[in-house]
Antibody, heavy 128, light 112 residues
Framework: QVQLQESGPGLVKPSQTLSLTCTVS??????????WIWIRQPAGKGLEWIGH???????NYNPSLKSRVTISADTSKNQFSLRLSSVTAADTGAYFC?????????????????????WGKGTTVTVS | DIVMTQSPLSLPVTPGEPATISCRSS???????????LDWYLQKPGQSPQLLIY???NRASGVPDRFSGSGSGTDFTLKISRVEAEDVGVYYC?????????FGGGTKVEIK
């Protein structure tokens, strides 16, 4: 059974870079047709999609964050990571990693349709 | 960006009674092959979200059959045929037709 676990600093200073890692257990991030996804949630608010990385290594990002965000994967450690630069208080909140399962044969314009079936418990980041 | 609008914001329900949540998108989520790129997630208190419905009407593995999704184009509905106490939480619809993937603001379901 695949499990995801976020880790990283809970406190980041303004203007610095937020770095989080998602460790995947029970399955390999380099096998199968999956996306590996980051989503965040400001305290008491809704969900915001940050971006994803495909098994092949290709990425897509939320345009509102694109200039500041990088998602990468380390297959040797079975982890994928999020880096968000130049953070402000608006970046405070819970950060979730998730696995996206591709539905065979269902393609959207620039990527494969996928649903998020496994989520990490989330980690809270405060920018202050 | 595609804007997702959910209603109501809050939904008090009586156990055993049905519940309905609506989700509207700012543009059609129907693709030419007949797929609606609309998913439903439930975030129970203190937990991460969990998948309920994908591609508009497909129940995810392990999801009780009291949950059903319907709709097409821009208007979608999540129905709970008989609400149970464990169904409380915030329900989100999400579109995956276009990047960025976007969520509705959420509907909080609570027991009366």
């Amino acid at each position: 059974q695949v499990q995801l676990q976020e880790s990283g600093p809970g406190l980041v200073k303004p203007s610095q870079t937020l770095s989080l890692t998602c460790t995947v257990s029970g399955g390999s991030i380099s096998s199968g047709n999956y996306y590996w996804i980051w989503i965040r949630q400001p305290a008491g608010k809704g969900l915001e999609w940050i971006g994803h990385i495909y098994t092949s290594g290709s990425t897509n990002y939320n345009p509102s964050l694109k200039s500041r965000v990088t998602i990468s994967a380390d297959t040797s450690k079975n982890q994928f990571s999020l880096r968000l630069s130049s953070v402000t208080a608006a970046d405070t909140g819970a950060y979730f990693c998730a696995r996206g399962v591709i539905v065979p044969g269902v393609r959207v314009r620039y990527y494969y349709y996928h649903y998020m079936d496994v989520w990490g418990k989330g980690t809270t980041v405060t920018v202050s | 960006d595609i804007v997702m609008t959910q209603s109501p914001l809050s939904l008090p329900v009586t156990p055993g009674e049905p519940a309905t949540i609506s989700c509207r998108s700012s543009q059609s989520l129907l693709q030419s092959k007949g797929y609606n790129f609309l998913d439903w997630y439930l975030q129970k208190p203190g937990q991460s979200p969990q998948l309920l419905i994908y591609l508009g009407s497909n129940r995810a593995s392990g999801v009780p059959d009291r949950f059903s999704g319907s709709g097409s184009g821009t208007d979608f509905t999540l129905k709970i045929s008989r609400v149970e106490a464990e169904d409380v939480g915030v329900y989100y619809c999400m579109q995956s037709l276009q990047i960025p993937l976007t969520f509705g603001g959420g509907t909080k379901v609570e027991i009366k």
